[in-house]
């Protein structure tokens, strides 16, 4: 592979990256809030009924695996929407 | 979900009104009249057996001529639900150690609410898996338990409906990203797996859709007045009436067809008080007799109902 035509991809990728980075963010806050919905009942706020929870959870691993990152990073939201909107 | 000439009844009302009586003496009835009946108590506290004058289980059993009862036990659908629950969970969080599946699973046996969803679910199978039945009569708990599972058909769709949207778009924005970044996937615990992007291949949207149309199809076998319909039964004393007239107003807001209202109990003739007083008499002496060492008050019945605090006090006298 030639070093312009690397290059080349290195800017496109980039690009690509830049393009759906919003989109990346809205995606991990609507994962996370299904998530979170759905095992609301933990956390004290309105939560669908029970069986609604039990059916949907056996195939819920991506978003407890998203909540639980989210968890992770609660105590710094502004620095990743700071970061997202390339301030400071 | 049923042949088309299967009737439903839910019989409901306040407690010690006479639900199972009315409800079995109208199973006796149907049956005399050749229909093939089907009478389910779904009350915790069941005494369709002793109405019956017959032992009772968890499964159909026939005691007359085109009669079948059963008393469906709670705490055995609670459990056989959660077990259910517990295996799928199982072999897909086998990996997620920080996730406490047997806590989960406790928690949500001692949440509440969870006696109306077995119920609910008692409900389905009798009505999906009872086939042959003409007439399919449910002999149900208290008006308040009663009522909370008949809405929770309406209360999980308007859930679900909510849960479909997000889902939808949270899958509109996979796709999108997709279709820039080429497909996704993502590692959980060592496993590596696709990020499904299309509503036919997501399991959770799946799952909603399907469980939807179980639902829906319960919500709209609840509502059809051609095959479902409800009787309440009362009895003619003030409390009873405002119990029913509340009932009322929730079932017609659920869209259940109400059928009856049998005011129970109702005093009609002298002779037959005599004959009343002779059977307390020998029940009060068999209660003395039951529960001897227990503190045991005989309480009159009164006139009038004991309402408001000055009554209240009044009556208290009996008892303490």
Redesign the interface.
């Known amino acids: 592979m030639s070093p312009l035509f690397s290059f080349l991809r290195g800017i496109l990728g980039s690009f690509k990256s830049r393009s759906t980075e919003y989109l990346e963010f809205e995606l991990r806050e609507l994962e996370n809030i299904f998530a979170i919905l759905l095992m609301g009942s933990f956390i004290g706020i309105p939560s669908p009924p029970t069986p609604v929870v039990l059916r949907v959870i056996p195939y819920m691993a991506r978003e407890m695996a998203v909540m639980s990152r989210r968890a992770e990073m609660a105590d710094d939201v502004f620095g990743e929407i700071a970061g997202l909107l390339d301030v400071g | 979900m049923l042949d088309k000439m299967t009737n439903i009844s839910f019989f409901t009302g306040k407690g010690g009104s006479g639900k199972t009586t009315c409800s079995a003496a109208y199973a006796v009835r149907l049956a005399d009249k050749g229909h093939k009946v089907l009478i389910a108590s779904l009350d915790p506290a069941h005494n369709l057996g002793d109405v019956f004058q017959a032992r009772l289980s968890n499964s159909p059993r026939k005691i007359a001529d085109n009669i079948y009862t059963m008393e469906v036990d709670m705490e055995k659908t609670i459990r056989k639900y959660l077990k259910d629950?517990a295996n799928?969970?199982k072999?897909?969080?086998r990996y997620?150690t920080?996730?406490n599946l047997e806590g989960y699973l406790d928690?949500?046996r001692l949440?509440p609410?969870?006696e109306e969803?077995a119920t609910?679910?008692a409900i389905r199978d009798i009505l999906a898996s009872r086939r042959g039945y003409d007439s399919i009569i449910f002999d149900t708990a208290p008006t308040g338990l009663t009522l909370k599972v008949l809405a929770?058909p309406t209360?999980?769709l308007i859930?679900?409906d909510r849960?479909i949207e997000?889902?939808e778009?949270?899958l509109d924005?996979?796709l999108?990203?997709e279709k820039?970044?080429g497909e996704k996937t993502?590692v959980?615990g060592g496993e590596k797996?696709k990020?499904k992007t299309r509503a036919d291949e997501d399991?959770?949207l799946r799952?909603?859709v399907k469980?939807r149309s179980e639902i829906g199809e319960v919500k709209e076998t609840l509502s059809n007045d051609s095959i479902t319909n409800l009787v309440i039964v009362m009895n003619p004393d003030e409390l009873s009436l405002y119990e029913t007239e509340r009932a009322v107003k929730v079932i017609n807001k659920l869209e259940i067809p109400i059928k009856m209202v049998i005011i129970n109990k109702v005093m009609k003739d002298e002779k037959m008080w005599k004959a009343r007083l002779d059977l307390q008499e020998k029940i009060v002496a068999k209660a003395k007799e039951e529960f001897r060492g227990k503190v045991l008050r005989e309480v009159p019945m009164e006139a009038i109902e004991p309402r408001g605090i000055e009554t209240l006090r009044d009556f208290s006298r009996y008892i303490f």
Do not use: C
């Open positions: 629950t799928g969970l072999s897909m969080y997620l920080t996730f928690t949500i949440s609410g969870i969803y609910l679910d929770l209360v999980s859930w679900i849960l997000l889902r778009k949270i924005k996979r999108a990203i820039i970044q993502f959980i797996m990020l399991d959770v799952e909603l469980y």
